[in-house]
Structures are given as C-alpha cells and as structure tokens.
C-alpha cells in the first residue's frame, strides 16, 4: 500500500520474485499526499486502513511502500496489529552513507521525512557526516498526476532543479526518499 502509484515498482519487483502470490495493491487516492500531514493524523489513517484491509482481504503481509509511513506510523501498525507481517520501506541511508566519499548525502523527499530525526540518526549510524534533505510536495503531486503524459524534456526539467541544489550543496550520495521518485530515475 503506498498513497498513491508511488508503491507501484515495488509491487511489480515483489511480484517479478514471487509470481505465484495473489497481490492486491491500494493506492489511498483519498488521503493523498501523505508527506504534509500531522504524524498522528497520518498514523491514524493508516490503522483504520489496515483494519479495512485485513477485514476485506486478510492478507498474509502488508508492504507499506510509502517512507513517511514508514517512518511515522510502522512500529504503531506493528504494534496494533501484532498477528500480521507489515513490513516498511524506508529512504536509503545506510547504503548513501556507506557509499559517500564526502560525507555529505542528499535526501528528497516529502515534508514529514525530511523533517524526521530518524533521517539524521540513520545517516549518523553509518557515516554520514552531512544531510542535505530537499522536501519536494510538488513534485509528489507532479509524480501523481502528471507523470503519465509528461515528456522527457519535462521530467528531465522539474529532477534538474532538485538536482542542482544537491550538486550546489557538495552531495556526492543522493537518496530518493519518497516511493514516487523512483518514476523520476
């Protein structure tokens, strides 16, 4: 589940290696975006979501595609809902620390991840010395809606303008830390 198509490479990669299990994707359209709400308004969303799910289709697992979910809400839906395998997604730190020569590692992503001190401690952990973290709301929206009938030239305009301010800011190590990216790659 992801709020939006944002999960959707996910799904397809969990389904490429596992072909013979029944997938059921949910793009919580509704409460799209989930980056610039409150993390309590976010976490109580979410349970009443996976409630619905595990009353409509009992999963065996629950994928939670979207970082900002992950990052605010994974340990209280673990902890509501003890019985199920729900496993998170969550921006790459730990390679973008290890893989840094500068120390300096750029993370985009939505206001709520950025704004997170788990990026910062994550980044600490493994050797990053310095975050750069770039929330891009409009580029979650532009992902969403506007992906899909959008040109090269397009796409290539709306990543550079991020790209640059990392590359002014000495990163050497770029994390995509919202699911939606991964159509900008």
Avoid: Q
């Avoid at 029944?22 to 919580?28: C, E, G, K, S, T």
Wanted: proline share 5%; hydrophobic share 40%; aromatic share 8%.
């Amino acid at each position: 589940m992801d709020s939006g198509i944002g999960g959707i490479p996910y799904c397809r990669h969990f389904h490429s290696r596992n072909p013979n299990e029944n997938i059921v994707y949910f793009a919580d359209c509704k409460n799209f975006p989930y980056g610039n709400k409150k993390r309590e308004v976010l976490t109580e969303i979410l349970i009443e979501l996976v409630k619905k799910i595990i009353d409509t289709i009992n999963p065996k697992i629950i994928v939670l595609a979207c970082n900002t979910a992950s990052i605010v809400s994974l340990s209280a839906l673990r902890d509501s809902f003890p019985m199920l395998a729900i496993i998170g997604t969550v921006p790459a730190i730990k390679p973008a620390a290890l893989a840094t020569k500068t120390g300096k590692i750029g993370v985009l992503g939505t206001e709520l991840t950025i704004d997170e001190p788990y990026i910062k401690e994550l980044a600490e952990k493994f050797g990053g010395r310095e975050i750069t973290g770039i929330a891009a709301p409009e580029l979650v929206e532009y992902v969403e809606n506007k992906i899909s009938s959008a040109t090269e030239e397009e796409k290539d305009k709306i990543a550079g303008t991020y790209l640059d301010r990392f590359r002014k800011a000495g990163v050497d190590s770029l994390v995509l830390g919202c699911t939606h990216f991964l159509f900008l790659l």
